[in-house]
């Protein structure tokens, strides 16, 4: 009984080293697989994306080379600043996102679904960016229409300045008094625009009011000679002085004079400034408001 005990121990035993074994097989042959196949992976597709990518790098390179020369090409020609940035901003991403795409087809990725997500997210994105998105088509529409450009000064949504800078979304004006203002693109190509720089010459206008006493054939001279002897302002077409308005109690003369654009400012403050200084040289008044005052004594004194 002993001896059949014993027996089946053994047995029991073997059996056991047995399966130990085959597991320690199995289990040896099946990282051996997973080897096996990660080194013809490697052979095959990753030498593949690996020359892929160093392709891509290349090609990468070559597009920023390309990419300068369009640029110092339009500097060269004397474009636009920002449209010469806005065309080589635009070739060097795009020409890179289709290389990126080829790329991923080329190793094998499924770019129909890739461009299913992009598809998805520019919808969202495009709801929630509506104002950004109006910015940058006004911002194209700027540079191809091109109502400004750079330096001239401008008038637009109660904003006035010189142009320092149009960029894709805001456009960069400095005020009179240094500031810096940005107005949003989209409404700026939707708006009233009021160039101040694009024209050579410009008008200067003037009212002036004097009383109804004074002569007003000096009054129209004085002004004329006032005007006519400052060298900046234009001889064509020539200086007009005439009446413009009679009010309650002054009669208003209307000046206008042709100057240089660069000039407006300066024969404006200079004529504001002599006018005065002439009336009172030739005895001319300008009205100004009165009060009088009636003192009433006690009607017992």
């Known amino acids: 009984m002993i001896g059949t005990i014993e027996r089946i121990l053994f047995a029991d035993e073997t059996t056991e080293a047995i399966t130990t074994a085959e597991d320690k097989i199995t289990s040896r042959t099946y990282w051996e697989n997973k080897l096996d196949e990660v ?3 490697i052979t095959t ?17 070559i597009v920023n ?29 795009g020409i890179k996102i289709l290389l990126f795409v ?10 129909a679904s890739i461009g299913a997500v992009i598809a998805s997210c520019g919808v969202g994105i495009g709801l929630a960016l509506q104002g950004s998105l109006s910015n940058l088509a006004g911002g194209i529409i700027i540079v191809i229409v091109r109502p400004f450009k750079l330096g ?6 109660g904003e006035g300045g010189t142009v320092e ?18 107005i949003p693109n989209g409404v ?28 007003l054939k000096l009054v129209k001279e004085t002004l004329l000679k006032l005007v006519s002897n400052d060298a900046r302002v234009l001889k064509d077409p020539s200086p007009f002085a005439q009446i413009s308005e009679y009010g309650n109690s002054s009669i208003t003369f209307t000046v206008r004079a042709w100057v240089k654009a660069t000039d407006y400012w300066n024969v404006y ?27 009433r004594g006690n009607k017992n004194e």
């Open 269 to 295: 403050f200079a004529i504001m400034e002599q006018v005065k200084e002439e009336f009172d040289n030739n005895g001319i008044q300008i009205p100004f408001n009165q009060l009088d005052v009636t003192i």
């Open 165 to 182: 800078d149009i960029r894709i979304f805001y456009t960069y004006i400095a005020t009179p008094d240094n500031r810096t203002v940005m």
């Open 152 to 157: 001239d000064y401008i008038e637009a949504q």
């Open 188 to 215: 700026l190509a939707n708006g009233v625009i009021r160039n101040n720089s694009m024209k050579d010459r410009r008008r200067v206008d003037f009212k002036f009011s004097v009383s109804y006493d004074s002569d």
């Open 39 to 41: 080194l013809k992976w």
């Open 65 to 93: 080379v390309i990419a300068r020369r369009i640029k110092k090409n339009m500097v060269k020609r004397e474009c636009d600043p920002t449209f010469t940035i806005i065309v080589t901003n635009v070739f060097r991403k």
């Open 102 to 111: 080829a790329y991923l087809a080329f190793v094998g990725i499924d770019t």
């Open 45 to 61: 597709n990753g030498i593949k994306m690996l020359l892929a990518l160093i392709v891509l790098f290349i090609l990468f390179k």
